[in-house]
């Protein structure tokens, strides 16, 4: 009984050590929505290609075609592991950033236009399998708490944008071709951190448990609230240069990288419940009247179990709401297509003003627009957290 309780807690400190690894992934995956950052340099080749306004236009549009082709991820994410689907996004965003950073920083000749639509179409999907890998992973590792999960991993995803921007502008002065750099090596360095480690691992199966995913969710929501309010201030206060620059930078990486204190936390309580375990296993007999009334339990269930499985042979009980289902069973229910039809109304229009918001910023009359995309996804964040909270709340 020791060895399975020390056995459970171990586990639980690994699936922790998952969670903040996912929101790592998370915090780097948003950069979908930072093309205003960088389409001022596509601008400028908009001559050396011989372009219009309408096709430099359409590369946009060809990134966010990208995250159409999400349904590859999610068909993936019924085959194949956890670690192939964060593979897969990490090497196309290498390869879709990394040519569109050859191409804006002149290191290659400008590609044929339908080849720089394929790029920048692989830059958009490659998030829709790091987004996948992680949320499927970890909600299913905290079934109970499905709400603060997708809250926080969401969140970190519209806080990236601003992540990406202010590092970019404190380290290299938000030059674009650096913001390309960025957007290729860090996702792929970030997501072969996590293969190592986001597992799916059983989850929470008692009271304890659950209380304990509820404390070390306040953290989590602590500590993103902090970075939020952190990267406002750096944007309200407008000093972006020298050693003040680097000091933010040195901070912001730092409260980052901050919740690995929470596996760490779990893994030394896991030490503790093992200790305790041992020593009760000492003063107890090795067969206790305890011990005998589980095995009867057990072999109760798994005759229960048995009965049940004969009279569903052939015959396949459907997924109820708030059980896995596969893509085929989710597109089968109600549920799913009022989701459908409700992202394809309402997310293009955020998208729209995200890709717009460098000129829309020019109009204005401002040279440095990277303060409107940071604020954008600041704000955009406390919406996504607030959401996944409040929607857990209503929902017990």
Same mark, same amino acid.
């Given at each position: 009984?020791?060895?399975?309780?020390?056995?459970?807690?171990?586990?639980?400190?690994?699936?922790?050590?998952?969670?903040?690894?996912?929101?790592?992934?998370?915090?780097?995956?948003?950069?979908?929505?930072?093309?205003?950052?960088?389409?001022?340099? %596509?601008?400028?080749?908009?001559?050396?290609?011989?372009?219009?306004?309408?096709?430099?236009?359409? %590369?946009?549009?060809?990134?966010?075609?990208?995250?159409?082709?999400?349904?590859?991820?999610?068909?993936?994410?019924?085959?194949?592991?956890?670690?192939?689907?964060?593979?897969?996004?990490?090497?196309?965003?290498?390869?879709?950033?990394?040519?569109?950073?050859?191409?804006?920083?002149?290191?290659?000749?400008?590609?044929?236009?339908?080849?720089?639509?394929?790029?920048?179409?692989?830059?958009?999907?490659?998030?829709?399998?790091?987004?996948?890998?992680?949320?499927?992973?970890?909600? $299913?590792?905290?079934?109970?708490?499905?709400?603060?999960?997708?809250?926080?991993?969401?969140?970190?995803?519209?806080?990236?944008?601003?992540?990406?921007?202010?590092?970019?502008?404190?380290?290299?002065?938000?030059?674009?071709?650096?913001?390309?750099?960025?957007?290729?090596?860090?996702?792929?360095?970030?997501?072969?951190?996590?293969?190592?480690?986001?597992?799916?691992?059983?989850?929470?199966?008692?009271?304890?448990?659950?209380s304990e995913e509820t404390r070390y969710f306040a953290v989590f929501n602590i500590?993103?609230?902090?970075?939020?309010? &952190? %990267?406002?201030?750096?944007?309200?206060?407008?000093?972006?240069?020298?050693?003040?620059?680097?000091?933010?930078?040195? !901070?912001?990486?730092?409260?980052?990288?901050?919740?690995?204190?929470?596996?760490?936390?779990?893994?030394?309580?896991?030490?503790?419940?093992?200790?305790?375990?041992?020593?009760?296993?000492?003063?107890?007999?090795?067969?206790?009247s305890e011990i005998a009334e589980e095995k009867e339990v057990i072999a109760v269930e798994?005759?229960?179990?048995?009965?049940?499985?004969?009279?569903?042979?052939?015959? $396949?009980?459907?997924?109820?709401?708030?059980?896995?289902?596969?893509?085929?069973?989710?597109?089968?229910?109600?549920?799913?297509?009022? %989701?459908?039809?409700?992202?394809?109304?309402?997310?293009?229009?955020?998208?729209?003003?995200?890709?717009?918001?460098?000129?829309?910023?020019?109009?204005?009359? &401002?040279?440095?627009?990277? !303060?409107?995309?940071?604020?954008?996804?600041?704000?955009?964040?406390?919406?996504?957290?607030?959401?996944?909270?409040?929607?857990?709340?209503?929902?017990?």
């Open positions: 009984m020791g060895f399975l309780r020390s056995s459970s807690s171990y586990s639980s400190a690994l699936k922790w050590l998952g969670f903040v690894t996912a929101v790592w992934v998370q915090s780097i995956s948003g950069n979908n929505y930072t093309f205003s950052n960088y389409s001022s340099a %596509l601008n400028a080749l908009k001559s050396l290609m011989n372009l219009n306004q309408l096709q430099l236009n359409n %590369l946009s549009v060809a990134k966010d075609v990208g995250k159409a082709f999400g349904i590859l991820a999610g068909l993936a994410s019924d085959r194949l592991s956890t670690p192939v689907i964060l593979l897969i996004g990490c090497f196309e965003g290498l390869l879709g950033y990394g040519v569109q950073w050859l191409v804006v920083s002149r290191t290659i000749t400008p590609l044929p236009y339908w080849q720089m639509c394929v790029f920048l179409c692989m830059g958009g999907n490659s998030t829709t399998w790091m987004n996948t890998a992680v949320l499927v992973t970890c909600i $299913r590792n905290f079934r109970r708490n499905r709400g603060p999960v997708s809250g926080i991993l969401k969140g970190y995803v519209g806080l990236s944008t601003a992540i990406f921007t202010d590092l970019c502008t404190a380290l290299f002065s938000n030059d674009p071709a650096s913001f390309l750099v960025l957007l290729a090596v860090v996702p792929f360095a970030v997501c072969l951190t996590a293969v190592f480690f986001l597992r799916e691992i059983p989850p929470a199966s008692s009271a304890d448990e659950e500590v993103a609230v902090v970075v939020a309010v &952190y %990267l406002q201030s750096y944007d309200i206060i407008g000093v972006k240069t020298g050693v003040f620059a680097v000091a933010f930078a040195s !901070i912001l990486l730092f409260l980052l990288f901050s919740p690995i204190a929470v596996p760490f936390h779990a893994f030394i309580k896991s030490l503790n419940r093992g200790e305790q375990d041992v020593e009760g296993q000492i003063q107890e007999p090795l067969l206790s798994a005759a229960a179990a048995a009965v049940e499985e004969e009279n569903l042979v052939g015959e $396949r009980k459907r997924p109820v709401l708030g059980e896995d289902h596969t893509i085929m069973e989710a597109m089968l229910t109600v549920d799913f297509w009022v %989701l459908f039809v409700s992202f394809l109304c309402g997310v293009g229009t955020g998208l729209a003003v995200m890709n717009n918001m460098g000129q829309i910023g020019l109009a204005l009359g &401002y040279t440095d627009v990277s !303060i409107f995309v940071s604020m954008t996804s600041i704000w955009g964040f406390f919406g996504r957290i607030l959401s996944g909270t409040l929607s857990e709340h209503f929902l017990k």
